[in-house]
């Protein structure tokens, strides 16, 4: 992903799109306290972080919050993985790392933003997220899973 790093500065807090600032690791774990975050691997999240658009939010050196946007930096993005450690929410922080991502000058001028969320409907509808159309049908594939070198379906 050739997307130029920015950074923005909240107190004691660093935001950064910076990936080289951003250990697996930690992410990894981050993600883990997530509903969705216990089935990612080390090796998918390092591809996934390599092309995307990253946001790492750090308390001093310590990652409290994440985001990552799918995007092909024209037309359309994808907001997933926005988690804020448990410690630090309802600070604030989920809300500066969302207009942060919708700021971000790459991400401008997009037919369309989307993101899926069970929990933070109230957050993203204060920043001007909506329900789509009851006309669209939200649909996806996934691969089949394969074990041992063979397709199981």
Not at 20 to 44: C, H, K
Not at 62 to 89: H, Q, S
């Amino acid at each position: 992903m050739q997307d130029s790093p920015i950074e923005a500065r909240r107190g004691s807090c660093l935001l950064t799109t910076d990936r080289r600032r951003l250990t697996p690791a930690e992410v990894l774990a981050l993600l883990r306290t997530t509903y969705w975050g216990d089935s990612l691997t080390t090796e998918v999240l390092i591809r996934a972080i390599e092309n995307s658009v990253c946001f790492g939010v750090f308390d001093a050196q310590m990652l409290i919050a994440f985001g990552r946007v799918i995007t092909d930096l024209a037309t359309y993005a994808y907001w997933t993985d926005v988690v804020v450690a448990e410690a630090y929410r309802r600070q604030g922080i989920g809300r500066w790392l969302s207009e942060t991502m919708l700021a971000h000058p790459q991400l401008q001028g997009f037919r369309r933003v989307s993101l899926l969320t069970r929990d933070a409907v109230p957050l993203y509808a204060q920043l001007g997220f909506r329900p789509t159309a009851g006309a669209l049908t939200y649909m996806e594939y996934r691969e089949p899973a394969v074990a041992t070198g063979k397709l199981v379906v």
